[in-house]
């Protein structure tokens, strides 16, 4: 069963509307970390944000929050604001322990004027 | 976080020749990570890289085509071997802090 699912290979956003990004995860641990990452066409991959499974609230860094539901196995990034510059490829992925990182297989943001 | 430096950021080689991709950090950090990304695909760890030991290698990947070698706490190099055009792949080091750092990776096309 894979780690991580994110079920949208695609996604659309006008500029400056919102837009949710989905991730649900598999684990059976009960220490676990989520990272978003977002890669430009460029390659690199640039960290955005982080959710520790014991986190009672959910993170937020500037523009970017996710929607961590842990009884539902869901961590969504939820872009506010969209901006031209948004459009890349963004995964999802989770720690188990003090593991390396699993990834999803990605979910591509094209932000349109 | 740390920083890291990671060359070349692209290359295109010729098949049956090897190439070498160093990774940089800006501070002592414990283990490092190698990992491909194949043309529209997720990113898969190749071998996690400690200071003084052997890499540990992942399923599908093996030291003669990928050896790896971390002299210090701070630099790491991968070496992808006698290529081929399935080699072709973006390459990504990374360690980990508070979060997990990438470096800024490296766009191989082999010809």
């Known amino acids: 069963a894979q780690k991580i699912t994110q079920t949208q290979p695609g996604m659309f956003v006008q500029e400056k509307e919102a837009v949710t990004l989905d991730c649900t995860y598999d684990?059976?641990?009960?220490?676990?970390?989520l990272f978003w990452y977002k890669q430009p066409s460029s390659g690199e991959m640039i960290f955005l944000i982080y959710?520790?499974?014991?986190?009672?609230q959910n993170a937020t860094e500037g523009r970017y929050s996710l929607n961590f539901q842990k009884a539902r196995k869901s961590a969504n990034l939820v872009i506010s604001a969209s901006q031209l510059g948004d459009s890349a490829m963004y995964f999802c992925a989770m720690r188990e322990g003090y593991s390396t990182l699993t990834f999803g297989k990605g979910t591509m943001l094209l932000v349109s004027p | 976080s740390a920083v890291i430096s990671q060359k070349p950021s692209r290359d295109i080689c010729q098949r049956g020749t090897s190439l070498t991709i160093q990774c940089q950090v800006d501070?002592?950090?414990?283990?490092m990570f190698w990992y491909r990304q194949q043309p529209g695909q997720s990113l898969t760890l190749i071998a996690t890289a400690n200071q003084g030991s052997e890499a540990t290698y992942e399923s599908g990947f093996v030291i003669d085509k990928f050896p790896i070698s971390r002299p210090n706490l701070t630099f790491s190099t991968l070496t992808v071997s006698n290529m081929s055009p399935e080699d072709s792949s973006i390459y990504l080091c990374s360690t980990r802090g508070s979060d997990y750092t990438f470096g800024s990776g490296t766009r191989l096309t082999v010809v």
């Open positions: 959710q520790g499974s014991y986190d009672e």
């Open positions: 501070s002592q950090v414990t283990m």
């Open positions: 684990t059976s641990d009960q220490s676990y970390g």
